[in-house]
């Protein structure tokens, strides 16, 4: 157990020094995305920021540095309990709406098109383990037994709206969802993601 939250750590460190600066993705979207898809994109980000604001006030006093992974988890399942008490009416396409499913649709499919995609695509039919597709918005992130999560090539996460620190991006199968790291839950997920 210990050995695999470190590890969801490490990914997690990892896929954060990857990413890009919100000023660089929003360039490199602005080359491919409308002046209507982009509006979509940063109001996307907007949102993310706003959700992580409201977190960061439920974790104050839920969410003390330790390196007892029991206290951990047991931190990481307050936050979570909070978070879920806060939107309980959270559904799916909250974050995801119908614009902002066709735009990162969009998106996706230009990446999985381009130049990397062959690369791309082995990288996520090989890579271990792989997400399960049962998402539920707003529910513990399904990652049994604390196994390490997928992470997304970086040429995928150059093509997506950067996110706060504490949001990631997973892919499982054709679905794409945005996931809370510190409360290891799922925030919403995209359907049909890629193509």
């Known amino acids: 157990m210990v050995r695999s939250v470190r590890f969801c750590l490490q990914i997690a460190t990892a896929l954060a020094a990857l990413t890009i600066t919100p000023d660089k993705a929003m360039a490199a979207q602005t080359a491919s995305a409308s002046p209507s898809e982009q509006k979509v994109l940063s109001d996307f980000s907007k949102q993310a920021k706003d959700y992580i604001s409201k977190e960061h006030a439920l974790a104050a006093d839920k969410m003390k540095p330790t390196s007892d992974v029991s206290k951990l988890e047991q931190q990481r399942k307050q ?62 992130f399904p990652n049994q037994d604390g196994q390490p999560i997928q992470s997304v090539p970086p040429t995928v996460l150059k093509a997506l709206p950067s996110l706060p620190k504490e949001m990631e991006y997973c892919i499982a199968g054709t679905t794409l969802a945005l996931r809370d790291s510190s409360a290891n839950l799922v925030v919403d997920f995209l359907p049909n993601a890629l193509p």
């Open 79 to 140: 936050l979570r309990d909070a978070v879920q008490q806060s939107r309980p009416n959270a559904k799916q396409g909250d974050f995801f709406t119908p614009e902002a499913a066709k735009t990162f649709r969009k998106l996706l499919a230009a990446v999985l098109k381009g130049p990397d995609s062959g690369k791309i695509k082995s990288s996520l039919n090989h890579a271990e383990p792989g997400a399960p597709a049962d998402f539920r918005v707003n529910a513990e």
